[in-house]
């Protein structure tokens, strides 16, 4: 494959997924992890690696055996979108939690990229992704409304020209304040929080946070949180697993406290400022909290 104007992205895995659409996602990326794509004649491990035009990439493995059966292929689904913003090159959504991004091993449930399908249908465009959210994370998720956009937006993430907040709820009673610069997978991450309020109950403190994160390393927020030693209530991949059950079986919170809740950046000479209301299910759960007080 070679890198032009038509079928640029600056990043490698953002072109990958872009040329290799019969490919489910973690066979890309473990492609990718295992040294088996080549551009310009060297490994790259590396899913950020930057391209330029007219870059030649190579894949050293048959891919045929990962190829997605017919009855995988990402198939439109209707789904009701809370929309925060709209325009003709992007579209902003409150995502809910609980919600896969794409369809993947043991995926059973709609997921968002079949619900944006079939919205592009109805409204005449195609859907593309240009970043993450985690399953049971809600809030604010950008889509690309064409490939332009998306490159354009892409670009804006990468170079972290965009303000990206949370609300978290963490357990114990951290200080008012602090930026958190532990590196993650050997790469700088910055996180700063503040304190917003602290719970105290008969299952010990919990505070709330406001969230912003400098850089986009996977998990960033839950894995530095948990690094200084207040995980995130309801995280039971890097918190802590017993006192989460019994804060499930208290306030009924079924999964990890994170929202995303604004997004601020320029697009086309433009400041938009999107903003996702808290989810229904944190919102009782800090309702349920403030009664105890």
């Given at each position: 494959m070679i890198v032009t104007e038509?079928?640029?992205?600056?990043?490698l895995d953002k072109f990958l997924r872009k040329e290799l659409k019969n490919l489910p996602l973690s066979a890309i990326y473990k492609l990718i992890r295992k040294g088996k794509i080549i551009v310009n004649g060297k490994k790259i491990k590396d899913p950020s690696y930057k391209l330029e035009v007219g870059d030649e990439i190579n894949i050293n493995e048959d891919t045929s055996k990962y190829n997605r059966e017919k009855n995988n292929q990402i198939i439109p689904i209707k789904m009701e979108f809370d929309i925060?913003?709209?325009?003709?090159?992007?579209?902003?959504?409150?995502?809910?939690?609980?919600?896969?991004?794409?369809?993947?091993?043991?995926?059973?449930?709609?997921?968002?990229?079949?619900?944006?399908?079939?919205?592009?249908?109805k409204k005449d465009f195609t859907p593309y992704l240009v970043h993450r959210l985690d399953k049971h994370t809600s809030g604010v998720f950008i889509v690309a409304k064409n490939v332009n956009s998306?490159?354009?937006?892409?670009?804006?993430?990468?170079?972290?020209?965009?303000?990206?907040?949370?609300?978290t709820l963490c357990i114990?009673?951290?200080?008012?304040?602090?930026?958190?610069?532990?590196?993650?997978?050997?790469?700088?991450?910055?996180?700063?929080?503040?304190?917003?309020?602290?719970?105290?109950?008969?299952l010990g403190y919990f505070s709330l946070l406001d969230v912003e994160i400098k850089t986009g390393r996977k998990h960033q927020i839950r894995k530095h949180l948990s690094l200084i030693g207040y995980p995130v209530v309801g995280d039971n991949l890097y918190g802590n697993k017993k006192l989460n059950r019994e804060f499930k079986r208290k306030y009924g919170l079924k999964r990890y406290f994170l929202h995303c809740s604004e997004m601020t950046f320029v697009y086309k000479n433009k400041k938009i400022r999107?903003?996702?209301?808290?989810?229904?299910d944190l919102q009782e759960t800090l309702k349920a909290l403030k009664m105890e007080e």
């Open positions: 038509k079928n640029y992205y600056s990043r925060i913003y709209e325009d003709e090159s992007i579209l902003i959504i409150n995502k809910p939690a609980g919600i896969p991004i794409h369809p993947g091993k043991g995926t059973h449930i709609a997921t968002l990229i079949e619900g944006l399908m079939y919205l592009g249908k998306a490159r354009e937006i892409s670009d804006i993430i990468s170079s972290r020209n965009i303000k990206k907040k949370y609300v114990g009673n951290p200080k008012s304040t602090e930026k958190i610069e532990i590196p993650l997978d050997s790469k700088y991450a910055k996180t700063i929080y503040n304190k917003k309020k602290t719970f105290k109950t008969d999107a903003i996702a209301p808290l989810a229904k």
